[in-house]
Nanobody
Framework: EVQLVESGGGLAQAGGSLRLSCAAS????????IGWFRQAPGKEREGVSC????????YYTDSVEGRFTISSDHAKNMVYLHMNSLKPEDTAVYYC??????????????????WGQGTQVTVSS
């Protein structure tokens, strides 16, 4: 059974940092792209970042470029989202999800599946 479990969310001050973790199981980790997504109250879900595990290529939405870093640990089947210079507008529930082989459509989450339960990130000003 494919399972993704997010953790690491919490409360941070503006300018602070958090590291989110996505624990993956039930599939061949190296064959998938894994994305991080977020949804704030009253807003649509948006893709934040994605990593193609077979190549290591990474993608970031413009609003987090230079502040967030996605990484993947193949030995532990873990994907991390290192979030620095946090802003109040980063407040949202963050999810991870997978797509076979690549990250196509990650900005909208199209064709991504096996969504985790999410972890809340709250950034205070």
């Amino acid at each position: 059974e494919v399972q993704l479990v997010e953790s690491g969310g919490g409360l941070a001050q503006a300018g602070g940092s958090l590291r989110l973790s996505c624990a993956a199981s039930g599939f061949t980790f190296a064959n998938y792209g894994i994305g991080w997504f977020r949804q704030a109250p009253g807003k649509e879900r948006e893709g934040v970042s994605c990593i193609i595990n077979s190549s290591g290529h990474t993608y970031y939405t413009d609003s987090v470029e230079g502040r967030f870093t996605i990484s993947s640990d193949h030995a532990k089947n873990m994907v991390y989202l290192h979030m620095n210079s946090l802003k109040p507008e980063d407040t949202a529930v963050y999810y991870c999800a997978i797509r076979y082989w690549d990250c196509l459509g990650y900005r909208k989450g199209a064709d991504f599946s096996s969504w985790g339960q999410g972890t809340q990130v709250t950034v205070s000003s």
